[in-house]
């Protein structure tokens, strides 16, 4: 459970995050971002440090400045809801139940791309999940 104050300090960040100018930030499908998610309710995935980040894969594009991703965890998962693929030869898990639409001012740095084969597959499995 969470302080009171730690949701005052990610409303700060939203504010601040919402005033941005979205000039300038590029972004495609297949790639993997930092994120600020933000500090959320119940068994919605979090963002963590100051930033409230966490890596997500962009699936889908809607524009300049919305799309929609599938955050990502480093931490080792099975189970029908985590789809694992390698970025950067690192072990990384997609969340496949944590599907959102964003904005691109929460996108904070690129950390890389995923695989074509890799992409589709995770692609694939949110669909069937649905």
Known sequence: MF?????DKWNDKKQNINA???????????EVWWCSVGLNIGSEENGKGSRFNRPVLI??????????AVLISRTKK????????????EDCNCLLTQVRTLDARRLTEKIGVAGETDFQSIRKAVKDLL
């Open 78 to 89: 099975t189970g029908p809801f985590y789809f694992p693929f390698k970025l950067k030869g």
């Open 3 to 7: 302080e009171s104050f730690e949701y």
């Open 59 to 68: 699936l889908k594009k809607f524009g300049p400045q919305v799309f929609i």
């Open 20 to 30: 941005l100018r979205p000039d300038g930030i590029y972004f495609k499908e297949r």
